[in-house]
């Protein structure tokens, strides 16, 4: 079983739609973290949290860390939100935290007009 | 803003060439990372360093290796490349601590025929 698990793997919404995409994991963390990627291009961190709730444009993301969950939310889709979404875990070990990720498979979204 | 280049979008090797992936960072970031990034998988740590000459093994380093002479520069190296290690590569980095997020370059998706 992947310590990080994502869900839907896909996802078509149409535009102006709300959207969520869901993280949860199995490890004890210091910080999760959203990423986008775009089709060819690189990867673009879009947050990194530790608790409750951030919020950036059209972007919201949250953590629940008691239930090991946490949710990506984009209002008023549109095509240009088309990407691959991934969640990313820092695990935390005894005294610290390790500077490595561990990653989802990703969600990959499609927005249609 | 912090950018992180690497040497090559597109690179096709045959079986059995040695092969050099560079990535470049200019933010002064004291950790880099190698990732692959395969359908269904995900991303992968293949190495990362900490600081200049200092290296560790991430959970896939079966072929590769890696070398970080100077604190800007991360090379990956295929001693011996195989069709298995047909994928996206992606460089990424980050200032040290467990509170800082990675940086990501474009990818290098390489091919070995």
């Known amino acids: 079983k992947n310590e990080v698990e994502q869900s839907p793997q896909n996802l078509t919404a149409q535009e102006g739609e709300f959207i969520t995409i869901n993280c949860s994991y199995s490890?004890?963390?210091?910080?999760l973290h959203w990423l986008q990627q775009h089709p060819g291009g690189g990867i673009v961190s879009l947050f990194m949290?530790?608790?409750g709730k951030k919020k950036h444009g059209r972007l919201i993301a949250t953590i629940n860390i008691q239930e090991k969950h946490s949710s990506l939310h984009i209002t008023a889709s549109h095509p240009r939100d088309s990407a691959v979404y991934i969640c990313?875990?820092?695990?935390?070990?005894?005294?610290?935290?390790?500077?490595?990720?561990?990653f989802g498979t990703g969600t990959l979204l499609a927005v249609q007009p | 803003d912090v950018k992180v280049t690497q040497s090559s979008r597109y690179l096709v090797k045959r079986t059995g060439e040695k092969v050099f992936l560079e990535c470049v960072q200019d933010?002064?970031?004291?950790?880099m990372f190698w990732y692959r990034q395969d359908p269904g998988l995900g991303l992968r740590l293949i190495y990362f360093?900490?600081?200049?000459?200092?290296?560790e093994k991430g959970d896939i380093p079966e072929g590769y290796s890696v070398s970080r002479e100077k604190k800007e520069r991360f090379s990956l190296i295929l001693e011996s490349a195989s069709t298995n290690q047909t994928s996206m590569y992606l460089c990424?980095?980050?200032?040290?601590?467990?509170?800082?997020?990675?940086?990501f370059g474009p990818g290098t998706r390489l091919t070995v025929t």
């Open positions: 990424a980095s980050s200032l040290c601590g467990h509170t800082y997020e990675q940086y």
């Open positions: 490890v004890g963390i210091s910080a």
């Open positions: 949290l530790s608790s």
């Open positions: 990313a875990v820092r695990q935390r070990w005894y005294g610290g935290a390790t500077n490595k990720l561990i």
């Open positions: 933010m002064d970031h004291e950790n």
């Open positions: 360093s900490y600081d200049v000459k200092m290296k």
